[in-house]
């Protein structure tokens, strides 16, 4: 068997599982939420030393509004903070900062924020870190379409051009490495509207750990189990064996 590259260059990762390890506790969710923010930083960390081009964390999806007021406030603030005290070491380290999502729905100084913190990073080249917030998959190929049909009424596409690759590039994270492995923590098995497009031939690794649990080893298991995979793209084994793992 050929082997697959072990290093994803495309890693996503569905952060699940906060308000349970707070329940644990007997604390608020709002704890479990808080103490996700060191799961980043160790992955972020571990994406960095395997050389992972490209990390994106889904932080909160666009049916993450239907939760009570007082943990969605929780949530912003909580955002708010961690781009007040992470930007600058994140831009020490190299990493580059994208936000994904529909970011119009953010008040003026949380959304100002993300801009800054994109803008400021934007020339870093190490590591590609995208925090999905008010993001929904469909939401994505929706607003792809969109920006398709504004390119044909210009004049600049015509609609028998519109392929895979046309629409592809219009999706968020269009221009980074695809998706190779898509983690879940905190034992559902399910993809919850994240990169539906992007993850057509992602590798899926699910994990019953707990968010705030994650760490460095955490990742370190993913990634070997990732390497473990045959990647056929529709292909027999054998022809995988005789050609090779990349689609
Ligand atoms: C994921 O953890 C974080 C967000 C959705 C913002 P949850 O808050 O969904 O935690 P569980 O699934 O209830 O344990
Ligand atoms: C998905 O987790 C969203 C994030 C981790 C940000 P949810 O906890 O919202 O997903 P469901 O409700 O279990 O599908
Ligand atoms: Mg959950």
Not at 158 to 177: K, V
């Amino acid at each position: 068997m050929t082997s697959t590259p072990a290093i994803p260059r495309h890693i996503a990762i569905v952060m699940d599982g906060n308000g349970r390890w707070a329940r644990l506790r007997h604390r608020p969710r709002s704890f479990g939420h808080n103490a996700g923010r060191k799961a980043v930083r160790e992955v972020v960390e571990g994406c960095l030393r395997e050389g992972v081009e490209a990390l994106t964390l889904f932080a909160f999806s666009s049916e993450n509004w239907q939760r009570p007021e007082e943990e969605v406030g929780a949530l912003m603030a909580l955002f708010v903070r961690a781009l007040d005290k992470e930007t600058d070491e994140l831009h020490d380290q190299g990493v580059r900062l994208r936000f994904v999502g529909d970011l119009a729905a953010f008040d003026a100084p949380l959304r100002e924020r993300m801009l800054a913190a994109m803008a400021r990073t934007a020339g870093n080249r190490r590591l590609n870190l995208n925090i999905a917030v008010n993001y929904g998959g469909r939401w994505d190929i929706v607003q792809a379409a969109r920006a398709a049909a504004a390119a044909v009424l210009r004049g600049e596409l015509r609609a028998e051009a519109i392929d895979e690759a046309e629409l592809g590039r219009r999706m968020c994270l269009g221009e980074l490495p695809p998706l190779d492995l898509f983690i879940r923590t905190g034992g559902e098995c399910r993809l919850s509207n994240f990169l539906l497009w992007q993850a057509a031939y992602a590798e899926l690794h699910f994990t019953d750990t707990l968010w705030p649990d994650f760490d460095q080893a955490c990742l370190r298991r993913a990634i070997e189990d990732f390497g473990r995979r045959e990647r056929r793209y529709g292909r027999t084994g054998d022809q995988v064996a005789a050609t090779g793992n990349q689609g």
